[in-house]
Each structure stands twice: as C-alpha cells, then as structure tokens.
C-alpha cells in the first residue's frame, strides 16, 4: 500500500498551486490531500493541519511550500504514522524561530519591497504580495498568463503567521528531503542550504534557473522527490 501524500500550501498561495504535482503523484497511485492551511497563526495553521493528519490510515509523506514548511514542521509532532518529511522551496525553522527571522537572517530575499498591507479589525495585518511584482517576486519562471491568474488568487499572509516562533519541530526526528529552486527571491539560497544541512535532510536538490514557485514551474523534479522520499521509509 503506498502512502497517502498530504500537501500544504505556503503563503500567496493556494491547495491548487500543487495540481501539476498532484497529478502526477495521482497518476504514480498515490493518494492525495492538499490540505488546507488558513494562514492566520503558525500555531493555529499547524493545529488544522495536525487535524488532517488524524483522519489519515496509514503511513504519510507530508510534503510544505514555502511556510508551510513550518506548518507541518509543527503539524507532524505526535503523529507517528508520517514517515517524511518534504521541504518544497520552504521554511524549515527551529524552536522558537519565526519565518520573518529566518528569511531576514541571509542576504537576497525582496519579498518585504512587494508586499501591500490590508489592516484587521483584530490589529493584525494581511500580507499580500502586490499584483503588478508577483509575476518576478514569486514565480519568474512562470508563463506570465498563469503567473497574473496566480497573483489575483493568492491568499494573504497575516503578520502573526510571519512573527510567531515555531514549536519543537517534527524534522528533529522524521527523516527529511528538501528541493529549492536557485533563483528564489522569497527565502534566499543561503537559507535554503542552512535549513537543509541543519536538519540532516536525507537528499537536498537545487534547481538551477527556478523559482521560488517549483510546484507549479518544476513539478516533475517535485513528483520525483516526494517518490523516492516515499520508497525510502517504507
């Protein structure tokens, strides 16, 4: 029985900014959720995905763009059937890191110069990236009619999501992959590289000339990455 691959979405995105990988992962036979991520709070987002989690029978590759590297970081804990780990272009933080502190630690990210605000009623604030810089912020490597498509879906960041500090994260003791792209201009390549060696990731592929955006512009290089995670704990 091969295991069932959940998927959780980062921020300015989307459950449907996976379908290119989904449907290769459907076609291979292997059962599929992209799970939803609310991006409100680290804490909260990872409690909705831990509760997905739940409700699976069977061994789990757990696989995150972007934040929701952290969210399932934190979503894995306490549930013995995932068996991996896999970092998509994502955040891979240690307790008590934010995502905010761990992009701004290396040199290279622009995501803050595109960002627009919508202030809440609650006093935090969602985070958009602006329509008219998505296309280069995000996903360069996209054709420009998807990236515009993309760029009027996303779904904002609150602030709360960007500064709160991770929990004790699950890649401390479930084996982990990781794939990042060259060219992300939302988590720098140094960051990439020091998340990898500091989980002991298992594999690390960087993809030269990609994206921050690797699930829509390199999904093949994705799909196989989440296979051989698979086979390798099974």
């Not at 959780?8 to 799970?35: C, K, M, Q």
């Not at 994502?90 to 290279?108: D, K, T, V, Y």
């Amino acid at each position: 029985m091969k295991p069932t691959i959940v998927l959780v979405h980062g921020a300015f995105a989307e459950s449907a900014s996976w379908n290119e990988v989904t449907r290769r992962l459907l076609t291979d036979g292997y059962p599929v959720i992209a799970a939803p991520n609310p991006l409100r709070s680290l804490s909260g987002d990872a409690a909705v995905v831990s509760g997905v989690l739940a409700t699976v029978d069977g061994p789990v590759v757990l696989v995150g763009h972007s934040y929701g590297g952290a969210v399932m970081s934190n979503a894995a804990v306490g549930h013995d059937h995932v068996r991996a780990l896999v970092f998509v272009a994502a955040f891979a933080p240690e307790a008590g890191e934010s995502i905010g502190e761990l992009s701004g630690r290396f040199p290279g990210g622009t995501l803050g110069e595109t960002l627009t605000e919508v202030p809440l009623p609650d006093g935090t604030v969602d985070l958009y990236i602006r329509q008219d810089r998505y296309h280069r912020q995000f996903t360069a490597d996209v054709p420009a009619e998807r990236a515009a498509l993309d760029a009027v879906a996303q779904r904002p960041l609150n602030t709360t999501a960007l500064h709160e500090g991770s929990g004790e994260p699950a890649w401390k003791s479930v084996p982990s992959w990781f794939v990042y792209p060259e060219l992300d201009h939302n988590i720098p390549l140094a960051a990439h590289r020091f998340m990898a060696e500091r989980a002991g990731a298992r594999e690390r592929v960087e993809l030269p000339g990609a994206s921050h955006a690797i699930p829509a512009s390199e999904p093949a290089a994705v799909a196989a990455l989440i296979g051989r995670a698979a086979a390798a704990v099974l």
